[in-house]
C-alpha cells in the first residue's frame, strides 16, 4: 500500500473510535431534537414580537402624519378664516361707499342658468272727477310691480331650452281703485307660467300661460315714456274712475270707456317663427276657451327707407287677429307702428283696433303719440310725449271718448330707476245717457327695475 493510503485508513480507525455507541446516539439526536423546538418557538415568538412593534411603530406613524397633517389643516382654516374676514370687511367698506358685492345666483340644476329680475312702480293720482278732488296711492297699472324668475339651458348651439315663472303684486291697483273704492284689494295676478323650446332656424315654441299671439301688438312704441306711464292703454293709470253725472256716479269707469283691442295673457300653446328678413315674424296661438291668435310683427334699424335718406331709422310694428270667444265679437283686429329717428330722439307713434260684432256698431280705437328722447341730465336720457286717444262705441253704442295726455320721464341709469309724471284729461260723449263731467288727472310716480 501507498502512504496515502495508510494514512486514510488510519483516520477512518479514528473516526470510527471517536462516534458513541447506538444508544448514546440516540439519546443525544433526542436532546438535540428538544432543543430545536424551543429554538423555533423561541425565534416563532421574537417573530410575533417584532410583528407587533412593526405594527405599533407603523400606527405611531401613522398618528403622526395625521397630527402633521391636522396642524397643516388648522393652519390653513386659520388663514382662511383670517383672509374671509378681512373680505368680509372689505365688502363692507365698499358696501358703505356705495359699491355692492357680486350677485350670485344660483340654480337647482347644473345645466340651467336662473336669472331673477322684476320692478316695482309706485304712484299717486290726484283726479278731479267734476266733483271732487282727491288723491289716491296707487301700484300703476301700466307695468305693474312684478318678479320673475327664468331658467335657461343650452341644449346645442342652436337650441336653447326655457321656463318664466312672472307674478305680479300689486297693492292698491290703480285699475281697481275708484272714488268709492280708495283701498282696493291686493293683486296678485301669475303673469306668465310657461317653458319653451327654441331653435335658431325653426323658431320658439311656448306652453303654458303667457303672452298669446296678439298680446302687446297694439301697444308697439319705441319713446322713452312708453315704458313706465304713456302708451296706448291710456286707462290703465284710472282705470276704476267713474264718470260723474250732476253728482252721482254713472256706473261708468274710465276702464270701461277706454279700450285699445290688444291682446292677452292666457294658458294657450304658442307658436313664433324664426324672424325672416327684413326683421318679419309670424305667431300663432291656440288658448283655453277655444281662443284663437295670429300676428305678424315686423321691425329694424334703416338708414335709407323707402329711397328717402331720412337718416338713421328705427321702426317697430305689429298686426294682429284675434277669436277672443267674447259675447257677440265675431273676431278682434289690432295693430300698432312706432318709429324713432335715433340722431334726434323725435318718435312717432300711432295704434288701433276694433271689434267685428254680430250686431251694433262696431267699437274701435285710434291712438297717435309724439315723442322726444334727449339729454338734459348726465345721470341718464330723458323722454316727454304727448298723445291723443278717440273711441267710439266702446263702453255702449253711440258713446264717444276723448283722451288727450301730457308726460315726462327722467332715467337714473345704473340704477334700474324711472322719475315720471303725467297729466291727462278724459272726456266721454254719452249718445244715449246724460253727459258727464270730465275727469283730470295728475300722476307722478317712480319705476325702480331690479
Keep these: 500500500m501507498s502512504t496515502r493510503t495508510w494514512l486514510c485508513a488510519g483516520f477512518l480507525a479514528l473516526m470510527v473510535q471517536a462516534v458513541p455507541s447506538t444508544p448514546a446516539r440516540a439519546e443525544t439526536v433526542a436532546v438535540d431534537a ?55 370687511i372689505d365688502t363692507a367698506e365698499k358696501t358703505s361707499a356705495g359699491r355692492l358685492p357680486d350677485r350670485v345666483i344660483t340654480s337647482g340644476q347644473e345645466k340651467i342658468k336662473l336669472a331673477i329680475s322684476g320692478q316695482l312702480n309706485r304712484a299717486v293720482n290726484v283726479a278731479d272727477d267734476g ?34 315663472v312672472e307674478v305680479a303684486f300689486s297693492p292698491n291697483n290703480s285699475f281697481d281703485v275708484s272714488q268709492d273704492n280708495e283701498q282696493a284689494d291686493d293683486f296678485i295676478d301669475l303673469r306668465k307660467v310657461e317653458g319653451s323650446a327654441r331653435n335658431d332656424r325653426y323658431g320658439r315654441l311656448l306652453f ?15 319713446s322713452l315714456v312708453a315704458g313706465p306711464i304713456m302708451y296706448s292703454g291710456v286707462s290703465d293709470i284710472v282705470g276704476g274712475l267713474e264718470f260723474i253725472d250732476d253728482g252721482d256716479r254713472t256706473g261708468v269707469s274710465v276702464g270701461d270707456a277706454f279700450f285699445n283691442f290688444d291682446g292677452n295673457r292666457q294658458d294657450r300653446v304658442r307658436y313664433d317663427s324664426p324672424v325672416l328678413e327684413p326683421g318679419v315674424q309670424l305667431a300663432v296661438s291656440a288658448g283655453s276657451d277655444q281662443r284663437y291668435d295670429a300676428a305678424l310683427t315686423w321691425g329694424g334699424d334703416y338708414g335709407d327707407w323707402t329711397g328717402v335718406d331720412i337718416g338713421d331709422v328705427t321702426t317697430l310694428g305689429a298686426l294682429s287677429l284675434q277669436e277672443p270667444n267674447a259675447d257677440n265679437v265675431r273676431w278682434r283686429l289690432a295693430g300698432s307702428f312706432s318709429a324713432l329717428h335715433n340722431p334726434t330722439g323725435l318718435s312717432l307713434t300711432l295704434s288701433g283696433g276694433m271689434d267685428s260684432r254680430n250686431r251694433g256698431d262696431d267699437p ?40 288727450v295726455g301730457l308726460a315726462a320721464v327722467q332715467l337714473i341709469e345704473g340704477f334700474g330707476t324711472e322719475l315720471y309724471a303725467q297729466i291727462r284729461f278724459f272726456d266721454l260723449d254719452r249718445d244715449n245717457a246724460n253727459s258727464v263731467d270730465e275727469i283730470v288727472v295728475g300722476t307722478v310716480g317712480t319705476r325702480i327695475k331690479f
Design 34 to 88: 428538544v432543543l430545536l423546538q424551543e429554538l423555533q418557538q423561541i425565534i416563532q415568538r421574537q417573530q410575533e414580537q417584532l410583528g407587533a412593534q412593526a405594527e405599533t411603530i407603523e400606527a405611531l406613524r401613522s398618528r403622526v402624519d395625521q397630527l402633521e397633517q391636522k396642524a397643516t389643516q388648522t393652519e390653513t382654516i386659520a388663514t382662511e378664516a383670517q383672509s374671509t374676514a378681512e373680505k368680509a
Design 131 to 164: 266733483e271732487k278732488t282727491r288723491a289716491y296711492f296707487v301700484d300703476n297699472d301700466v307695468s305693474n310691480s312684478r318678479v320673475r324668475f327664468v331658467g335657461t339651458g343650452r341644449v346645442t348651439q342652436e337650441t336653447t331650452l326655457g321656463t318664466t
Design 208 to 222: 303654458g300661460k303667457g303672452s298669446a299671439a296678439a298680446d302687446d301688438t297694439a301697444e308697439y312704441d319705441l
Design 364 to 403: 274701435y280705437n285710434l291712438y297717435g303719440k309724439l315723442g322726444w328722447d334727449t339729454s338734459i341730465f348726465q345721470f341718464g336720457a330723458t323722454g316727454f310725449g304727448v298723445d291723443y286717444t278717440y273711441g267710439e262705441n266702446v263702453s255702449d253704442e253711440g258713446d264717444e271718448g276723448v283722451s
